[in-house]
């Protein structure tokens, strides 16, 4: 039965079960309230404000109140609904904060931080600083997107998830529709860095791969997380050993006044999330997050496949204020993924020799850190962090033989284990002048053990068995001027060395920007990047003609860019926003194969790594235009469209300039909703649309010599035409329905997430089929749905 007609059926089934959910969480006649409570601080020093003034400006009459001598404020009674605080100060700049998503079920509390105005003899019409398009990271003047939990969970298709999420941004583009893997302005997915906490993690996904940033499914709970930063270029000099982008995650405390619950089933599993405080008298608090999922059920209602793909995870973040002594922080995530795919024992099932084939495969990925941070005086701010994390991967595949026996023919584990600890100061001189500084050393170490079938002695034999480590240093310093209330100038530099092969790279980085007016603005960013290569690719082991071991790659340099953007920003409505960027990015020092005659370069790697002979003599270029324009939540409705015209460009070790598999040339999506809202006072229950419309130029491939192929009964490239030929264009849509009802002491959320409403079959690859002797086509993911309902109390 074709994956279309499970799909209509399994619609029917799930527009069915919506109808008979819908009049259950549409009763109740009074409009429910909330609390809006939080702390303003100083946005370098994070020194608490008293006597801010706080409103709420979209309800009639506004809602205020003025901080304490501990900054903090308390709003109740605040209706359910969308609303815009302000935040007002003598001395300080007025902050407004629209989009704020106020539910029956959870309190809402924030942490406001506001920007000191200069004193300037001559006059300067300064408007109110709208932090809906202010980065997180108040250093980063260029190439930053501010990303909210709200558009995780509201973007069509996103499921919790910010890495597909982020493919609604100029500039981002999803490799595989299978897992979340993406490509930054035509860089590899290994060129991105994740981060928590101000300190890098692992690729923080279920079913996960070594070498690459992304995954299947995400680990990160969306209870968990607080407003974060998405960088794609000209990083400031705080972010290292990344080339492409950086997600600054940062996480949300527990509630620690009330203890609150957050239930949510659906296809993806079953999530438990509990937070609250530890007792009354102290002010810390806890926020922990299971999920436990199974996709079998789905996987057989629309033929995702016959593996069994289970997963499981865990994530925590325990605030834990001592007074003078500061705040501390624990926080982690760990999760556990599985799939097992077996091969049908029967040979007229076969289509091809992939056929015969069955695998184990898991991932197992875990986090755990310690923060701390104090306030030294009044101007300056110390945050220190001990993380450690581990990466598990084992695999192995079997092959049944003509009488259905199953024949071991490959088997691995590697495992990658990090240590690190970071500290950085912040220091306000002044209004005018501050200083952000910081030292970052880890250790890494890695593990690999292969087995790979050997024809010749009809057994496994092994062809890998490495454990070794390395450490890095980094260190860092930024300065910001504010030369006058509308130039700002950001300057630093980074370091960035690896001790078991001495290879070093200082780096300086520059930011500018200048507001033209109170609606527009002009930035220009350069920076000096470097990434350390996958340890696999240092560890690799090889033999050489007389069966000696060696290491060919241990000695590789790290892989660099320069990065230069220049970006025009301009509100056109205070909810109404638009942003033109264009970029170039000079690669160098890039890994490619020492044979003159080699096509190869990691800036082509998907994941994993490469253990043949490498030299640092590779290049790259990306350029490209991008624009965004942006509507905010407006009168219950808000879009995004974003545009790329782009050029990703590599030269290998035969000199030849080419395309990178990541050069599609263009991109465009288009993401957006409507909420109609019923009930007393229009405000209680609320029906969304959101949908997401991609469309894109095909990834590159290389040919395949079906002669050759023909030949050799295995698949086999055209070499010298490498990532020649373009796939056909790519285009989806998604879509996303919810119903949500607030109660006076609980939301509830029924929501179908659709992936690929469509069910186009966008073209992936082309393999050969030794058995039919043609180049056959794999296909992209087809529609999807996914069926959730959340209730928070």
């Keep these: 039965m074709s994956s279309t007609l499970h799909g209509r059926r399994f619609l029917k089934s799930v527009i069915i079960l919506m109808l008979i959910f819908a009049p259950i969480i ?6 429910p309230t909330q609390v809006i409570r939080g702390k303003v601080v100083d946005e370098i020093s994070k020194v608490p404000i008293p006597g801010a003034t706080v409103m709420v ?14 900054g903090e404020f308390r709003l109740p009674g605040i209706p359910v609904g969308n609303h815009t605080l302000r935040v007002m100060l003598l001395g300080y700049e007025e902050l407004i904060r629209p989009g704020i998503v106020v539910n029956s079920g959870k309190e809402v509390v924030l942490q406001l931080e506001v920007r000191e105005k200069l004193i300037e003899t001559r006059e300067v019409t300064i408007t109110a600083e709208l932090e809906k398009n202010k980065p997180m990271n108040e250093m980063s003047l260029v190439s930053t997107r501010t990303f909210s939990v709200e558009e995780t969970r509201k973007f069509a298709a996103a499921v919790n998830d910010p890495a597909r999420m982020v493919t609604s941004f100029a500039g981002v583009l999803g490799t595989d529709d299978g897992n979340n893997n993406i490509s930054i302005r035509g860089n ?16 923080p996904n279920h079913f996960s791969f070594p070498g690459t940033s992304g995954g299947g499914i995400s680990i990160l709970s969306a209870q968990l997380l607080y407003n974060s930063d998405f960088l794609t270029g000209a990083f400031t000099a705080e972010y290292g050993n990344a080339l492409s982008g950086v997600f600054d995650l940062k996480l949300r405390k527990g509630n620690n006044e009330k203890q609150e619950i957050t239930v949510q089933a659906g296809f993806l599993g079953l999530d438990l999330a509990v937070e609250g405080p530890f007792s009354k008298k102290y002010k810390g608090s806890y926020l922990i997050n299971y999920r436990y999922s199974t996709l079998a059920a789905i996987g057989k209602m629309i033929e995702l496949g016959d593996a069994a793909t289970n997963f499981q995870d865990l994530s925590l973040n325990l605030f834990l204020p001592a007074g003078s002594a500061g705040q501390f922080t624990v926080f982690g995530f760990g999760g556990l993924s599985s799939q097992d795919f077996e091969a049908e024992k029967d040979s007229l099932e076969w289509e091809d020799e992939g056929e015969r084939y069955s695998s184990e495969f898991r991932s197992n990925t875990g986090v755990l850190g310690t923060t701390h941070a104090l306030s030294i005086g009044k101007n300056t701010f110390l945050k220190s962090a001990l993380v450690a994390s581990l990466y598990d991967n084992k695999y192995a595949v079997y092959r049944l033989d003509d009488g259905y026996r199953s024949e071991e023919r490959e088997k691995g584990i590697s495992l990658n284990d990090r240590q690190l600890f970071s500290t950085t100061l912040h220091h306000k001189f002044n209004a005018r002048h501050s200083l952000r500084t910081g030292l970052i050393v880890s250790r890494m170490g890695f593990a690999i053990k292969q087995r790979e079938y050997d024809y010749e002695v009809d057994a496994l034999e092994k062809t890998l068995d490495v454990n070794d480590d390395a450490y890095t240093t980094q260190a860092f310093v930024t300065w910001m001027n504010r030369i006058t209330e509308r130039l700002s100038l950001q300057l630093g ?18 930011s500018v920007k200048y507001t033209l007016d109170e609606k527009q603005n002009l930035s220009l960013g350069y920076g000096l990047h470097s990434q350390v290569q996958a340890l696999g690719v240092y560890f690799g082991e090889v033999a050489d003609s007389t069966g000696s071991v060696y290491r060919p790659n241990e000695n590789l340099e790290l892989s660099k860019s320069h990065h230069v953007v220049l970006g025009y920003d301009r509100m056109l409505k205070p909810w109404l926003h638009v942003k033109l960027e264009t970029y170039y990015q000079h690669l160098f020092d890039i890994p490619v194969s020492t044979d003159p ?14 253990t043949d002979a490498l030299v640092n003599k590779g ?8 624009l965004t324009f942006e509507q905010f939540m407006r009168h219950d409705l808000y879009f995004l469209f974003s545009s790329s015209l782009y050029e990703s460009r590599y030269r290998a070790s035969d000199g030849k300039w080419r395309n990178t598999q990541f050069n599609g040339n263009y991109s465009f999506s288009f993401t957006g909703g409507r909420e109609f809202k019923t009930g007393p006072k229009m405000r209680n229950r609320i029906f969304g649309v959101n949908v997401k419309v991609i469309y894109a130029g095909g990834l590159r491939k290389t040919p395949i010599d079906l002669d050759k192929s023909l030949a050799e009964g295995t698949t ?12 056909p264009d790519y285009f989806r849509t998604d879509i996303r329905v919810s119903m949500k009802r607030n109660r006076p002491r609980a939301t509830h959320l029924l929501s179908l997430d659709i992936q690929n409403v469509t069910n186009r079959k966008n073209i992936f690859g082309e393999y050969f089929n030794p058995l039919s002797g043609k180049v056959k086509t794999y296909y992209q993911t087809p529609l999807i749905p996914v069926l959730s309902y959340r209730v928070e109390f």
């Design 493 to 510: 530099a980074h370091y960035l060395g690896i001790t078991h092969n001495r290879t070093w790279s200082v780096e300086p980085r520059a």
């Design 26 to 31: 549409t009763v109740q006649a009074q409009v």
């Design 188 to 203: 590899a997915p290994a060129g991105l860095q994740w981060r928590m906490e101000g300190v890098e993690i692992p690729s």
């Design 57 to 70: 400006s979209s309800v009639q009459p506004a809602s205020g109140a003025v901080t304490d001598m501990e």
């Design 597 to 610: 005659g080699e096509t190869f370069s990691i800036l082509n790697l998907r994941d994993g790594y490469y």
């Design 619 to 626: 290049l790259g270029k990306n350029y490209g235009l991008e």
């Design 716 to 727: 086999y490239y055209f070499e010298d035409r490498a990532f020649s030929e373009r796939n």
